[in-house]
Nanobody, 115 residues
Framework: QVQLVESGGGLVQPGGSLRLSCAAS????????MSWYRQTLGKEREYVAS????????RYADSVKGRFTISRDNAKNTVYLQMNSLKPEDTAVYYC????????WGKGTLVTVSS
């Protein structure tokens, strides 16, 4: 079955960096676009970034453009989210996502940006 397992979250000071990872299994990863979303308490889940199957195309939410970079390693079945210049408003649970006729989600990893 499809499994998405996020890791790499934690506490970081404003201006700091973190790299999130999402290990995928149960499907043909190299042929499947991947995305990251995030959610804070009381708010809807929001789109962060996505990447095409061959890394030829990436998209970002305006709120993270220029600070976050999505990438993937198809040999490792892993997608990454490099987050730089973090702000307190980036605090959220970050989820890995793929859509194959329906949405599949990981359980999320918490990122807290605070001094």
């Amino acid at each position: 079955q499809v499994q998405l397992v996020e890791s790499g979250g934690g506490l970081v000071q404003p201006g700091g960096s973190l790299r999130l990872s999402c290990a995928a299994s149960g499907f043909t990863f190299s042929s499947t676009p991947m995305s990251w979303y995030r959610q804070t308490l009381g708010k809807e889940r929001e789109y962060v970034a996505s990447i095409s199957s061959a890394s030829s195309g990436t998209r970002y939410a305006d709120s993270v453009k220029g600070r976050f970079t999505i990438s993937r390693d198809n040999a490792k079945n892993t997608v990454y989210l490099q987050m730089n210049s973090l702000k307190p408003e980036d605090t959220a649970v970050y989820y890995c996502n793929t859509y194959m006729g329906m949405d599949y989600w990981g359980k999320g990893t918490l990122v807290t940006v605070s001094s």
